[in-house]
């Protein structure tokens, strides 16, 4: 029967000794909110609270609207008033409800928000199974159209 010898050549977690390669603690780094979700739980088209970390990464800026594109859905951007309480909640308010209607936001949907900076948000919705909602663009028809009018831009699978 054969042996087999193995050699350790280091101990411990450092790359050495006396110096730590460690990033920084968390406490520490700057706090950079670009991505986050909420998730429904009440009337879809009602006005929806942003995470109060957003708001707070914001830094005071608080833009009296942001714009909504939907990912996979063309350059579309939907215009949504933004309302601040005071006490440092940021609400996606008018507008809000066109976006949910048209994009199938439903109890138990998840909505992923990307920052993309100049009051953008890239929206993601995911579906009560955790699956991602999949858009089609009918940007043709956008110059027919009355704000008033809200076409889906979901299709079925």
């Given at each position: 029967?054969?042996s087999?010898?193995?050699t350790?050549?280091?101990r411990?977690?450092?790359r050495?000794?006396?110096s730590s390669?460690?990033?920084?603690?968390?406490?520490?780094?700057?706090?950079?909110?670009?991505?986050?979700?909420?998730?429904?739980y009440?009337?879809?088209?009602?006005?929806?609270?942003?995470p109060?970390?957003?708001?707070?990464?914001?830094?005071?800026?608080?833009?009296?609207k942001?714009?909504?594109?939907?990912?996979?859905?063309?350059?579309?951007?939907?215009?949504?008033e933004?309302?601040f309480d005071?006490?440092?909640?940021?609400?996606?308010?008018?507008?809000?409800?066109?976006?949910?209607?048209?994009h199938g936001?439903?109890?138990?949907?998840?909505?992923?928000f990307?920052?993309?900076?100049?009051?953008?948000?890239?929206?993601?919705?995911f579906d009560?199974?955790?699956?991602m909602?999949?858009?089609?663009?009918?940007?043709?028809?956008?110059?027919?159209?009355?704000?008033?009018?809200?076409?889906?831009?979901?299709?079925?699978l």
């Amino acid at each position: 029967m054969a042996s087999t010898s193995r050699t350790r050549t280091g101990r411990g977690r450092g790359r050495g000794s006396g110096s730590s390669s460690l990033p920084p603690p968390p406490s520490t780094l700057p706090l950079i909110i670009e991505e986050f979700f909420i998730v429904v739980y009440e009337d879809p088209l009602v006005k929806k609270a942003l995470p109060k970390k957003f708001a707070d990464y914001l830094d005071g800026q608080e833009p009296a609207k942001v714009y909504l594109r939907a990912a996979d859905c063309g350059p579309r951007l939907w215009t949504v008033e933004v309302l601040f309480d005071g006490q440092g909640r940021m609400y996606l308010d008018k507008g809000w409800e066109k976006f949910a209607i048209a994009h199938g936001v439903d109890f138990g949907c998840y909505v992923h928000f990307k920052y993309e900076g100049d009051d953008v948000l890239t929206v993601k919705v995911f579906d009560g199974t955790i699956c991602m909602r999949y858009y089609y663009s009918d940007d043709e028809d956008t110059d027919d159209e009355s704000d008033d009018d809200v076409k889906p831009c979901i299709h079925a699978l």
